[in-house]
């Protein structure tokens, strides 16, 4: 929850917050967080059960680790786990601000919603194709 404060309100909005507690809260097994010299510095999780697609949930990393390649591990990494998984796309609900880095690692727009996440936050749904 520190690192959402952190990264709130510039990459999340505020009435983003519950919705984050309620997921830690349902303890999802599938989410990873990367520690740097035992501390919790970023999180994500590939997640669904659909034979056909999963999402990447709550991706998100400290500001003091932001540009260090993090976010760039996971994606690689989310990507490997899809390809095992064999599913055909990995589904992204990002923001107007986060989009840019997942359309790096082939992600493209498929639904904009204006203030979507709250006001000034701008939802862009969007899908990486996987290559297995
Ligand atoms: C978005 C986020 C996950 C990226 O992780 P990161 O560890 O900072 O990214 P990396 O250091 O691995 O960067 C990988 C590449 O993406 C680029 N990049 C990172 N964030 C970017 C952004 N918001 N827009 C465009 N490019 C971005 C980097 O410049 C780098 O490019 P390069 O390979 O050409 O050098 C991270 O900055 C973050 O947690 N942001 C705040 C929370 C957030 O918005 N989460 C997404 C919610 S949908």
Same mark, same amino acid.
């Given at each position: 929850?520190?690192?959402? $404060?952190?990264n709130?309100?510039k990459?999340?909005a505020?009435?983003?917050?519950? $919705?984050?507690?309620?997921?830690l $809260?349902? @303890?999802?097994?599938?989410? $990873?967080?990367?520690?740097?010299?035992g501390?919790?510095?970023?999180?994500?999780?590939?997640?669904? %059960?659909? !034979?056909?697609?999963?999402?990447?949930n709550?991706?998100?990393?400290?500001?003091?680790?932001?540009?260090?390649?993090?976010g760039?591990?996971?994606?690689?990494r989310?990507?490997?786990?899809? %390809? %095992?998984?064999e599913?055909?796309?990995i589904?992204?609900?990002?923001?107007?601000?986060?989009?840019?880095?997942f !359309?790096?690692?082939?992600?493209v727009?498929?639904?904009e919603?204006?203030?979507?996440?709250?006001?000034?936050?701008?939802?862009?749904? @969007?899908?990486? @194709?996987?290559?297995?």
């Open positions: 929850m520190s690192i959402f $404060d952190a709130c309100p990459y999340f505020t009435n983003e917050r519950s $919705d984050y507690a309620q997921f $809260d349902s @303890m999802p097994e599938e989410y $990873d967080v990367f520690l740097s010299s501390v919790i510095v970023g999180a994500f999780g590939l997640i669904g %059960n659909d !034979s056909e697609y999963k999402s990447i709550w991706i998100l990393i400290s500001p003091d680790s932001q540009g260090l390649g993090i760039s591990i996971f994606m690689k989310a990507i490997s786990l899809a %390809n %095992n998984a599913i055909k796309h589904k992204i609900a990002a923001s107007h601000l986060s989009a840019p880095f !359309s790096k690692y082939g992600a727009k498929v639904l919603i204006k203030n979507g996440w709250g006001p000034d936050m701008h939802r862009i749904d @969007m899908e990486l @194709m996987v290559s297995a």
